[in-house]
């Protein structure tokens, strides 16, 4: 089995251009189509290069959730983009984050809650309280996600084992923790913040952005508190904003700082925790604050 991975891996590799282009303003992105994997479905990865990218340097790699969404408005279903290319472009122009590649993960449609779930943090649940929060009227817990069983523990074994040794030996990086991070927004929010608690080894630090903790009605909570990194090694960024969505997130991340304070986070060092009023739960309000929690995280230590 691991000989015909590594076969299809190879022969990838060499067809690695073959889908929609994607626009970007400034760099250029290489679209690995139907990355293949042994763990999960195979699915597209885009990677995102500055300007100037040279295999005589080494970059520090930010792994985003929701690929699909990062780069190119014309493609995406609602219009909107998180602009990365321009907002990793001024930022490194400025000098305000380190040298760094985005690798752009598309999600798999109608099994993202499934990959996205903390699974974990599913098993902290009796299982008579797990059968009354699916039968819940009202439950934030899609149903759909448990048809094929919960994905994230595999997702996560797909990005440590298998993409992130793909990045590392085609592109010039720097491998350590210290230089890989790990993003996403809402249920990517969910899993960014479950990866670096379950890899503390591979991801020095997680982005979160409106962080969709009602998913799992707080049942991951203890979870995370349980699980979270050193501090002295690790950073975590949280936001969410007031509207839509978002409105639901506050009483949730404030029990989540809480448990990063206690841990021996701090916080504007390790940690960041912000509120933004008005802002609601879509890609052109995270794009609007993107620089944030990118200069947090990527700046020069």
Known sequence: ?????????????????????????????????????????????????????????????????????????????????????????????????????????????????????????????????????????????????????????????????ELKPFIDSTYSTYPCKENTFIMGSSMGGLISCYAICEYPGVFGGAICMSTHWPAINGISLKYVADNLPNPETHKIYFDHGTATLDSLYEPYQLKVDAMLLKKGYQQDLNFLSQQFEGAAHTEDAWKERLHIPLEFMLKED
């Open 1 to 161: 089995m691991k000989q015909i991975y590594l076969l299809l891996l190879v022969l990838f590799s060499l067809n690695q251009i073959m889908g929609q282009e994607v626009k970007v303003t400034s760099g250029h992105v290489v679209s690995h189509d139907d990355f293949p994997s042994n763990y999960v479905d195979s699915r597209n990865v885009d990677v995102w290069l500055p300007a100037g990218y040279s295999q005589e340097k080494s970059y520090a790699v930010l792994y985003m959730q929701d690929g699909q969404m990062l780069f190119d408005a014309t493609t995406t279903w609602n219009k909107q983009e998180w602009g990365v290319d321009e907002v990793m472009t001024r930022l490194m122009n400025e000098d305000k984050i380190r040298d760094c590649i985005v690798v752009g993960i598309w999600n798999n449609g109608d099994k993202r809650h499934a990959e996205y779930f903390p699974q974990r943090a599913w098993d902290y649940v009796s299982k008579s309280k797990q059968e009354k929060i699916l039968k819940a009227k009202h439950s934030n817990v899609h149903p759909g996600m448990f048809e094929k069983g919960l994905l994230a523990d595999n997702y996560l074994r797909f990005l440590v084992r």
